[in-house]
């Protein structure tokens, strides 16, 4: 079992930034065996993923996020972190991270087994 959690979600005003950060754990969870990802949902749309890790720390960011946001881990730490710059009102949503385990004898992983609870961003314009 693997236990996601997220924070550092809040307002702030459209071009300001914010760092969300996920707290990663459980007695299963093995960084080397693990992708990681933040996504996010409006209501009434689907979740839409917005940056990725694989087990080999290769980065992959949707069109909207990159040149803005910046994904990265510390695994010493079981920490993943999210810095969102020059945020736009449409990036106001529930933003969640997730895990998922590595395909064997790859570095990606078929889907998202694992999920935070989320913490909420709002972008006001």
Known sequence: QVQLAESGGG???AGGSLTLTCSISGPEYDYTQ???GWFRQVPGKEREEVASLNAAHSLKYADFAAGRFDISKDNTKHIMYLKMNDLKPEDTAMYYCAAGRRIYMTWSCDGWNYWGQ?????VAS
């Open 11 to 13: 307002s702030v005003p």
């Open 34 to 36: 693990y992708c990681a």
């Open 118 to 122: 989320g913490t909420q961003v709002t």
